[in-house]
């Protein structure tokens, strides 16, 4: 009988988590000019989005309208379609001002903020299933995930203080924990869910057997 070599599928996603790891490294270690330019494009592609997505969401609306009114055999004409307009023109301008109250003011620490929580969400994923993969039990997993990126974050603004224009900050340190606990919860649920499916499967394909 011939035995599978795993070594490859085991070692392959802690070569994932290394490169988001460089990542984060690249990251941290770009100067002050660097790094506010690049959350800078961020914001403005963000706010762009955001842009294009009102109009999508209004236009939509408005056909969704002209197809529910076919339905019930109104007939489109130049009043219709001009109230249609009109409604989706205020929509337009509420949705604007509905924008300008949720954005916070300074929009530009706020995304920089995010930006560390969602980074390392995504490093206690990897970092969590990567654990899985060499066989970890899930307590264990959970409790080594979170430590390894917690001594990261740590790690990751000691090194920030001998960036040129950068400094390390223990709020951010917190921000990335938190992001690293919510992912490797997201990732346990994942797995709890796909592992309950499994084994429903498994008791119907049982059931229908007998």
Known sequence: MKVENR???????WLIVLGWMS??????HQVQQ?????????????IQVIKVTQVIVVIGLAGFAIVKL???????????????????????SLSI???????????HHFIRKNAHFFIYLILGVLVKYALNSTGVSEFKSVTISLLI??????????????VPGRG????????????AGLGILLQLTFVK????????QKTLETKVAE
Do not use: M
Not at 7 to 13: A, D, E, L, S
Not at 168 to 179: A, H, P, R
């Open 7 to 13: 070594r490859p599928t085991k070692i392959f996603p």
């Open 23 to 28: 990542l984060i490294f690249y990251f941290s």
């Open 34 to 46: 660097q790094s506010w330019d690049l959350s800078h494009t961020v914001l403005g592609i963000s």
């Open 70 to 92: 076919k339905k019930r055999g109104v007939t489109i004409g130049i009043k219709e379609l001009l109230l249609i307009f009109l409604v989706g023109y205020f929509v337009y």
């Open 97 to 107: 001002g509905v924008r300008q109250a949720l954005v916070p003011p300074d929009l």
């Open 149 to 162: 990126c917690v001594a990261y974050a740590f790690s990751d603004e000691i090194h920030q203080l001998v």
């Open 168 to 179: 390390g900050q223990l709020s951010d340190v917190v921000i990335d924990s938190y992001g």
């Open 193 to 200: 869910f796909i592992s309950k499916k499994a084994l429903n």
